[in-house]
């Protein structure tokens, strides 16, 4: 079974602290996408990532792709209170599957 | 994008008895995908439900205990048999996009007692 492991399981930050988060696997995958899930709702797509190396920012958030594509991570800088939720990243595995990572749960404190 | 929506979005029911879960989409899709996330936990794929066909289940899980219909390209159930409390979780129906992004209705979170 192919796993993603995310590093840290837990965060609890200050606001206005960046933080890391870190999602690794021993497998290659062919892109991998970075969720966010609040309580009571489903996860929502925050950005998917292809090419080995690759940076993608969205505002705050900077993800980045391995070169070997099995591994990716996500960067907040100045966290909100907004950004408190459960990041999940899922790697596709084949097409249309997809594996997804053990999460990582980050409480921002105003 | 698509828009997802999930019935019921909660539910508190009785084991040995059964829940369907339905699941409509805005738009066309070729596949749909429904999972689980049992509390604390990441997303666990079910199975894969393609229109016209049956459904691909994932190890672990078996159609007896999770049957699914597909009967177009908008609308899918999944029924989960049989409750007991080990099922408590939420249930998500997945669509993809583009070959590559994924995006999932608002949950189903389903208590057994």
């Known amino acids: 079974t192919q796993l993603l492991e995310q590093s840290p399981q837990f965060l609890s930050i200050q606001e206005g602290e960046n933080l890391t988060v870190y999602c690794n696997s021993s497998s290659v995958f062919s892109s991998l996408q970075w969720y966010r899930q609040e309580p009571g709702e489903g996860p929502v797509l925050l950005v998917t990532?292809?090419?080995?190396?690759e940076v993608k920012k969205l505002k705050r958030l900077t993800f980045q792709f391995g070169d070997a594509r099995k591994d990716s991570s996500l960067h907040i800088t100045a966290a909100q209170t907004g950004d408190t939720g459960l990041y999940l990243c899922a790697g596709a595995q084949g097409v249309y599957k997809y594996i997804f990572g053990t999460g990582t749960r980050l409480k921002v404190l105003a | 994008s698509a828009v997802i929506s999930q019935k019921p979005s909660r539910d508190i029911c009785q084991r040995g008895t059964s829940l369907t879960i339905q699941c409509q989409v805005d738009?066309?899709?070729?596949?749909m995908f429904w999972y689980r996330q049992q509390p604390g936990q990441s997303l666990t794929l079910i199975a894969t439900?393609?229109?016209?066909?049956?459904?691909?289940?994932e190890s672990g899980f078996v159609i007896d205990k999770f049957p699914i219909s597909r009967p177009n390209l908008t609308f899918s159930t999944l029924t989960v048999s049989n409750m007991s409390p080990e099922d408590s979780s939420i249930y998500l129906c997945s669509v993809e996009f583009s070959g590559v992004d994924a995006f999932f209705g608002q949950g189903t979170r389903l208590t057994v007692v």
């Open positions: 439900a393609n229109q016209g066909s049956e459904a691909t289940y």
């Open positions: 990532v292809v090419t080995g190396g």
């Open positions: 738009s066309q899709v070729t596949m």
